[in-house]
C-alpha cells in the first residue's frame, strides 16, 4: 500500500479553545512578512516572538495564530517533530500570552511539487490577469491529493504552490495521536 499522508489542520470544532492573534515583536509590532512561516522555505528569526491571545479558552497543542495562518504548537508536539522530523522543520520558542508553558512557533521547511491535479476533486491554476509572481500556482485545491512517489524521504512538508497544508506522514499522525494531541485533525492526502 506505501507511505500514507495526511493533512494536519486546526480542529475548530474543540468546545472553548482559544484563538491565537497575530505574532508580534518584542514592541509588540506585528511582524512584518508574516506569510514566511507558510511557505515551506527555511527561515531566520533574530528575536523571540510574542503571541498575543485574540479569545481566550482552552490551550491547544496545535494551533494556528493569526490570519497567516503561523503554526503553533506546545512542547510536546515541538519534542515529537524534533525527534522524527528534524531535517524538515524549524522550531522557535514564542512567549504566548497568559501561559507559563513552552510554545514553539512550527515552520515547515520543506516545500515539495506533489499535488496530484488529476486525483484532487477540483485545481484552480492563477493566470496572468491575478497576481504575476504567482502564475501557474495554485489558486483553489478542492479535496487534496498528492503523488506519493514525488515526495522521497520527507516526513513533514508544504505543498508547492498551495502552501497551506502541513503534510505529515503516517508515523508523525501516529505519534501526535499516541500523545494525545489537542487541537489538530488530519485529513489523508
Not at 497576481?131 to 508544504?158: M, P, Q
Amino acid at each position: 500500500m506505501g507511505r500514507r499522508f495526511f493533512d494536519l489542520k486546526i480542529d475548530v470544532y474543540v468546545p472553548g479553545r482559544w484563538y491565537l492573534s497575530e505574532p508580534t515583536n518584542s514592541a509588540g509590532d506585528e511582524i512584518e512578512d508574516i506569510w514566511q512561516f507558510i511557505q515551506g522555505k527555511p527561515v531566520e528569526l533574530t528575536e523571540r516572538l510574542r503571541i498575543p491571545l485574540f479569545q481566550a479558552g482552552a490551550a491547544l497543542d496545535f494551533t494556528t495564530a493569526g490570519a497567516g495562518q503561523t503554526p503553533v504548537v506546545s512542547e510536546r508536539v515541538a519534542s515529537l517533530f524534533r525527534e522524527m522530523a528534524p531535517s524538515d522543520v524549524q522550531l522557535f520558542p514564542v512567549d504566548v500570552e497568559g501561559e507559563a508553558r513552552p510554545f514553539f512557533l512550527l515552520n515547515v521547511a520543506r516545500e515539495i511539487r506533489c499535488i496530484d491535479d488529476a486525483a484532487c476533486a477540483e485545481v484552480q491554476i492563477r493566470t496572468a490577469d491575478e497576481y504575476t509572481e504567482r502564475v501557474g500556482e495554485y489558486r483553489s485545491v478542492s479535496r487534496l491529493r498528492i503523488d506519493k512517489t514525488k515526495v522521497g524521504d520527507a516526513r513533514v512538508f508544504r505543498t508547492w504552490g498551495w502552501h497551506a497544508p502541513i503534510i505529515v506522514d503516517e508515523d508523525i499522525k501516529d505519534a501526535l495521536e499516541a500523545n494525545g494531541i489537542f487541537g489538530g485533525r488530519f485529513d489523508e492526502v
